[in-house]
Nanobody
Framework: QVQLVESGGGLVQAGGSLRLSCAAS????????MRWYRQAPGKQRGFVAY???????NYADSVKGRFTISRDNAKNTVYLQMNSLKPEDTAVYYC?????????WGQGAQVTVSS
């Protein structure tokens, strides 16, 4: 059982930055991939970014060039640095850990971007 705790959400003006953190209860090197998803009101949860245990990263087209996923193996923590934020980035952001074959989810962190 992998437990995930997100932090770092909040309210920011358009053009600003936030950094989300996701702390895992075990070594993230034992987890196949760590991912961020988001869900805006009235919309389905959608993929934002991932980083694999080998360090490969991938991003949704809507955040490429603005968001960066990274990790600190010693702290068992994954980060999502979000720059040039837009109102359409407003959502609850969820951390996900895929430890094949099981997906684990965090409780979510609210990010609100005002125009």
């Amino acid at each position: 059982q992998v437990q995930l705790v997100e932090s770092g959400g909040g309210l920011v003006q358009a053009g600003g930055s936030l950094r989300l953190s996701c702390a895992a209860s075990e070594s993230i090197l034992s987890i196949n991939s760590m991912r961020w998803y988001r869900q805006a009101p009235g919309k389905q949860r959608g993929f934002v970014a991932y980083i694999t245990s080998g360090g490969t990263t991938n991003y949704a087209d809507s955040v490429k060039g603005r968001f960066t996923i990274s990790r600190d193996n010693a702290k068992n923590t994954v980060y999502l640095q979000m720059n040039s934020l837009k109102p359409e980035d407003t959502a609850v952001y969820y951390c996900n850990a895929l430890k094949i074959p099981v997906n684990y989810w965090g409780q979510g962190a609210q990010v609100t971007v005002s125009s």
